[in-house]
């Protein structure tokens, strides 16, 4: 079943300034962590060098303050990251609120990285990182919806086929012919939020379920 928005309402669940949550999934993993501190170091600190030597220069304001932004890169980064990825979800003109059910639960291996090193011999070799996903398949009266795929954890075990799902549908076109992308989603059963990103604010979006569907939030008609 799909419920569509009323005007506004998308903007208020999907925000266009990062969330905390937000903040956190766009901030990545150990390995894009360490990236973002090599660039912010290295470029700040080169930059605030240049800085100096340009001391009394008509440049020298300029290379200290692109030296403090650089600096602070690991904070706006991820935050720009995030009100991209938010961004792109907002400027749909049609979207609607999702219930159906889980057609299909199953996991697939997906590698994450990839790079080389030396084994017991003195050789190089191609080391890989692996990690297992979970997909679920979507479905409601209507048929087939979408897939959302996601890094499995040990809350997720519990999903099974034919459970609740919630989540926002978005499309280009006004009769959703096309869906053009889903949001993360909510499953009342257990309790759970699932996605690869939290575009959603989830607290709006539970009572608005409760608004705009009528029922409480493990219950469905």
Not at 17 to 32: C, E, I, S, W
Not at 173 to 193: E, V, Y
Request: contains cysteine.
């Amino acid at each position: 079943m799909l419920v569509p928005l009323r005007p506004g309402e998308l903007q208020r669940l999907i925000p266009a300034v990062a969330t905390g949550n937000q903040f956190g999934a766009a901030l990545g993993n150990p390995r894009k962590i360490l990236q973002r501190v090599m660039i912010a170091g290295i470029g700040g600190v080169i930059t605030l060098v240049i800085s100096q030597v340009l001391v009394g220069s008509q440049f020298y304001s300029v290379f200290l303050i692109f030296g403090v932004i650089l600096l602070l890169y690991i904070l706006w980064g991820p935050i720009v990251e995030a009100g991209q990825k938010n961004a792109a979800l907002r400027r749909y003109p049609a979207a609607a609120l999702f219930e159906g059910n889980v057609a299909e639960v199953f996991t697939r291996e997906r590698v994450e990285d990839r790079h080389e090193q030396a084994n017991k011999h003195g050789e190089l070799e191609l080391v890989e990182n692996r990690r297992t996903w979970i997909v679920l398949e979507m479905e409601d009266e209507d048929g087939y919806l979408g897939q959302l795929s996601f890094p499995m954890s040990k809350k997720h075990q519990s999903i099974r086929a034919g459970s609740l799902i919630r989540c926002l549908v978005l499309s280009d076109r006004k009769d959703f012919s096309r869906i053009a992308a889903l949001s993360d989603a909510w499953l009342p059963g257990q309790r759970t939020w699932v996605g690869e990103y939290p575009y959603i604010l989830r607290p709006a979006f539970e009572e608005l379920c409760q608004l705009r569907l009528g029922r409480p939030n493990n219950q469905r008609s």
